[in-house]
Every structure is written in structure tokens, then in C-alpha cells.
């Protein structure tokens, strides 16, 4: 590594403490003083605890990692930021790999386009088309879920949480009763950084409980989508889990890692991302009456409302990088194998980019946020996030008259995904 701005120690700590991402608005100063002085930043590794890795901030420089995915690789390194010991427990589960799950998110071409042109077509709106009614049903049970609890209600509780989790098992075929088994094993699998979102106990396990429980929580996944393979192979049906089950690459069928990486992938993170995405924009209307009014009043300002909540709430927060050659960057060197953090909260709070980047603003024109990253890797089911949240809140507005706080909203400590993971509302029904 080539000289380079090093970040002190006390913002270096901040940017890899899930305690940090609870803290919004301290958050926010952290990375506008990060941005100011070196929009790439060098952190300093500490042995038998973390990597050392450059931290980017800037919208640009970003936008810059994320379209060049020949200089940027998301291997051989983690993909997501991971102390030592746990990469070191991955490489122990998977015989050597730094990533626990093998998924889209893992390759790099060609294999990635490979794989992801599987399910690519499936997930354009021309198809989600064919499943809109089946969420718009969903969507109105959960509004009539909420305003049958008021007229106070937890909205992550009722709606923003269930909601997304429901709409990906219904497309990945797993029956309803079955939905919170599968919420419990991704909580295993992928740990979680809060005491109050991680029901598995994990805070009070050793770290060979963990690696346990982990394993099995694998292995019960594997298990489950099994069977589901086993069905869609027998019965296809017009569900992405048929897409998957059937597959071929390069001739040949997936083969288990890969295919239950794809399952896994499409059941985690197609919920906890658009989650997050909803609370927060119900937090910014019922924070804005005006706001809410205007959009209840006019409808063809929700797509608006979707976007800016989206950028936002910036739901998958960083994701890492490994550099495949020697590269200038914002200003510095990165040499080839440096590891890098595109940190996506920084980039869509870049005021360079966005103007009053911390306010939300329905009518933001043009709001090219990075919350969905760029380039190649860019978010597989973004058109189904955004369908989702559109028709959610179309049943809300027609509903209900108004909303206001009724608590204090809390957000998760996690590095990775963030979000709400509380919004206590008064909700006035219609």
C-alpha cells in the first residue's frame, strides 16, 4: 500500500461497530467528516481481529468500484466485512471459502452472468406482472392486520417485517405455515449483530455453540429446499423456485452448494432489504403529515416516495471488495488485493450528489442512489422490491387518514443490513 490518508482509530471503530448503524445521525456526521477529508480512507488491520481494508465514501468513488467489476472482484475476500474469526469459521464450514454461502453476491464473471441470467428474466416487470395480484392480496391482509391492531401499532412488527417475508416465500414456494421456520434459519445462519432482532440466543452462546448451531441451521436449510427441488423437479410450476430447481449451466444441473447459495440468496435477502426500505418511508410520512397528505391526494407521486425511501434508508449498507490490479481511486493508489468497503449509507448521503441528502423529499429529481448498487452486480430483484413497496403503500392510503409517531422509532446494530426495527405509529383508519 502506497502512503494513503489512515483514519483514526475512533472512526475506524465506528465504521465496523454494528452499535454505530443504530445511531443515524451520528452515523451521518462520521462518514461527512470520513468524505471531507478522504473520500478512500485507508483503516489500519488489527492482528487476530480485522483486515485492514480501504473504507470509500464518496458517491462517485462508489459508482466507480461498483461498474468496474474486472478491477473490483467479489472474490476470493468475504464479500461482506467479517472480523478474523469469522471468516475463519466460514473457511472451516466450507472447506476453504471466505464466503458461507455461495450466491450471486460470491461470482465474479463469467460465472456470475451464468447464473444470473437464470432467473433474470423472471424477475423483470413484464413477468412480476403475473404474480401483482397475488401481492396486492397479501398487501391487504397485512393493512387489515394493522388497522385491526390500532389505532397504536408497531408497523415493523405488523407490516414492514411480515410483509416482504411473505411476497419471497410465496415466490420461492414455501407454504405460509412453513414462513417462520424459514425467518428463524436465516437468522441462525447469518447470526445477526442485535440482541433484540437475533432470537437464537447467540449473544449467550460460546463460539463453538454458534459454529453448531450454525452448521445445523445449514444443513435444516439444504434440508428443507431438498424437498422443494424435488417438487418443482417433478411439478414445475410458474414459481422462481422451479427456475432454480430445473436450471442448467453449461449443460449441467446445479450442483447442491450453488443451488441452495441461490435458494438462500432469494429467501434472506429479498426481505430484511425491502423491510427496512418500507418502515422508513412510513417513518418519514408519519413524521410529514404534509408529505402524506400530498401523496394520499395524488398517487403518481409514490413512485417518488419509493425511491427516496430507498436511498434513504440505504437498507444493504456496505458491501467488500478485492482488487484485482494495481488502480487509482478517489485520489489514492490500491494496490492489487487490497481489500475495499463501498460503504452505499455514505455514498447516498454524499451531498456532491444529493442536496440535503439527510431530508426526505418525495420529488428528489434525478435521484440515481446506489442503494441498489451498479453495474453487473446491480440488485437482481430490484423491480420486485419497488412493485412491492408501490402496492403496499396504494393499500395504505386507501385505509388510512392519517398516521403520526406514537414511540420512539429504533434501528438495528448491523454493519450489513440496517434498518428500523421499530416504529411504534398512531394510525387513523379511514
Known amino acids: 500500500m502506497a502512503s494513503a490518508p489512515v483514519l483514526d482509530a475512533e472512526l475506524a471503530r465506528a465504521v465496523i461497530d454494528p452499535a454505530s448503524y443504530a445511531e443515524w445521525d451520528s452515523l451521518l456526521d462520521r462518514f461527512d467528516a470520513i468524505r471531507a477529508e478522504s473520500p478512500v480512507a485507508w483503516i489500519e488491520g488489527q492482528e487476530g481481529f480485522h483486515r485492514p481494508f480501504w473504507l470509500v465514501t464518496s458517491y462517485d468513488a462508489v459508482m466507480q468500484v461498483s461498474k468496474d ?16 474469526e469469522g471468516i475463519e469459521f466460514a473457511k472451516a464450514m466450507t472447506g476453504g471459502s471466505e464466503h458461507m454461502v455461495a450466491s450471486l453476491v460470491t461470482f465474479d464473471a463469467p460465472i456470475h452472468m451464468k447464473y444470473r441470467k437464470l432467473t433474470q428474466e423472471w424477475f423483470m416487470p413484464k413477468n412480476l406482472r403475473t404474480v401483482e395480484a397475488e401481492i396486492r392480496s397479501l398487501a391487504k391482509r397485512t393493512v387489515d ?53 437475533n432470537q437464537s440466543g447467540m449473544a449467550n452462546m460460546t463460539p463453538e455453540q454458534i459454529t453448531q448451531l450454525v452448521a445445523g441451521a445449514v444443513k435444516d436449510f439444504e434440508a ?27 449443460g449441467a ?9 441461490y435458494y438462500i440468496i432469494l429467501a434472506a435477502a429479498g426481505h430484511d432489504t425491502t423491510s427496512a426500505s418500507t418502515a422508513g418511508a412510513m417513518m418519514a410520512l408519519a413524521h410529514d403529515p404534509e408529505q402524506f397528505a400530498r401523496v394520499k391526494a395524488d ?60 431530508r426526505f423529499d418525495a420529488g428528489r429529481s434525478p435521484n440515481r442512489h446506489l442503494a441498489f448498487g451498479a453495474g453487473a452486480h446491480q440488485c437482481l430483484g430490484l423491480h420486485l422490491a419497488r412493485l412491492e413497496m408501490r402496492i403496499l403503500f396504494e393499500e395504505l392510503l386507501d385505509r388510512i387518514e ?22 411504534p405509529l398512531r394510525i387513523a383508519a379511514t
Open 299 to 358: 398517487r403518481s407521486l409514490l413512485p417518488g416516495i419509493v425511491e427516496e425511501a430507498i436511498r434513504w434508508t440505504s437498507p444493504v449498507q456496505h458491501f467488500m471488495r478485492t482488487a484485482a490490479e494495481d488502480v487509482e481511486l478517489g485520489g489514492q493508489t490500491i494496490c492489487k488485493g487490497d481489500w475495499l468497503m463501498i460503504n452505499y449509507v455514505a455514498a447516498n448521503h454524499d451531498p456532491a450528489q444529493f442536496p440535503e441528502p439527510r
Open 69 to 84: 467489476n474486472q478491477t473490483f472482484l467479489n472474490n476470493p475476500q468475504t464479500v461482506v466485512f467479517s472480523l478474523d
Open 145 to 197: 392486520r394493522l388497522i385491526a391492531a390500532g389505532p397504536e401499532a408497531d408497523f415493523v412488527k405488523l407490516v414492514s417485517a411480515p410483509y416482504p417475508l411473505h411476497v419471497v416465500m410465496q415466490i420461492l414456494g414455501v407454504p405460509e405455515e412453513d414462513e417462520p421456520r424459514m425467518l428463524m434459519l436465516t437468522q441462525q445462519m447469518f447470526g445477526g449483530q442485535d440482541d433484540d432482532l
Open 402 to 423: 392519517s398516521v403520526e409517531p406514537a414511540g420512539e422509532a429504533k434501528r438495528a446494530k448491523s454493519t450489513f443490513v440496517g434498518g428500523l426495527k421499530a416504529l
Open 253 to 261: 444441473p446445479l450442483n447442491d452448494r450453488d443451488m441452495m447459495g
Open 224 to 250: 428443507y429446499f431438498a424437498g422443494i427441488t424435488a417438487q418443482k423437479r417433478a411439478k414445475p410450476t410458474s414459481d422462481v423456485a422451479s427456475v432454480i430447481a430445473n436450471a442448467t449451466v453449461d
